[in-house]
């Protein structure tokens, strides 16, 4: 069980095992701050996990690391993935930056693999004068979750809701 946090809780791994008098034990596998999602949980993708890991104090950006709890990439600020939302459909990542971007990507351990982007989303609803903009990370944020459901892609940002159509 990989159990993940933002606010510079990291990642730890668990193991959990049902014993032969039918209780359970736990034992912990690993555990560091070099991994981890601030507000949702990593996808798993043939063996490695990817998270967009920036925090308020922390701009790693997407990263990908191993079943093991090696850390293989991360963007960090190239491009930043700014506590966004991913999904992974088909074999692929579909993702918002956090901000204004959509991606598409290729999960591989090898690198960061973006096959599209594209500016899908708006100014955010927080103002930029505002000090709770800049600690929250900035005018331009997208949160929530994203889904997708008979080819149409939801997306929220701070001010709206948007469908985008997903073709093959």
């Not at 008098?21 to 507000?39: A, I, M, P, Q, R």
């Not at 600020?77 to 930056?97: C, H, Q, V, Y």
């Amino acid at each position: 069980m990989l159990v993940v946090g933002g606010y510079e809780h990291g990642t730890v791994m668990l193991k959990v095992e049902k014993k032969t008098d039918g209780s359970y034990g736990v034992t912990e596998l690993f555990k560091h701050n070099e991994f981890g999602d601030h507000t949702k949980p990593p996808i798993i993708h043939n063996g490695y996990f990817y998270a967009q890991f920036t925090t308020n104090s922390r701009r790693d950006g997407l990263a990908c690391m191993s079943m093991d709890g090696r850390v293989i990439w991360k963007t960090t600020r190239n491009p930043l993935f700014d506590k966004g939302s991913m999904i992974l459909a088909e074999g692929l990542i579909i993702a918002t930056d956090g901000r204004k971007s959509l991606y598409l990507i290729e999960p591989d351990p090898s690198g960061f693999k973006p096959l599209a982007t594209a500016e899908v989303l708006g100014e955010g609803g927080i103002s930029g004068n505002d000090q709770l903009a800049t600690r929250v990370g900035g005018t331009t944020q997208n949160w929530a979750p994203i889904a997708l459901a008979g080819g149409k892609l939801l997306i929220r940002d701070q001010s709206r809701l948007i469908c985008v159509r997903v073709a093959k």
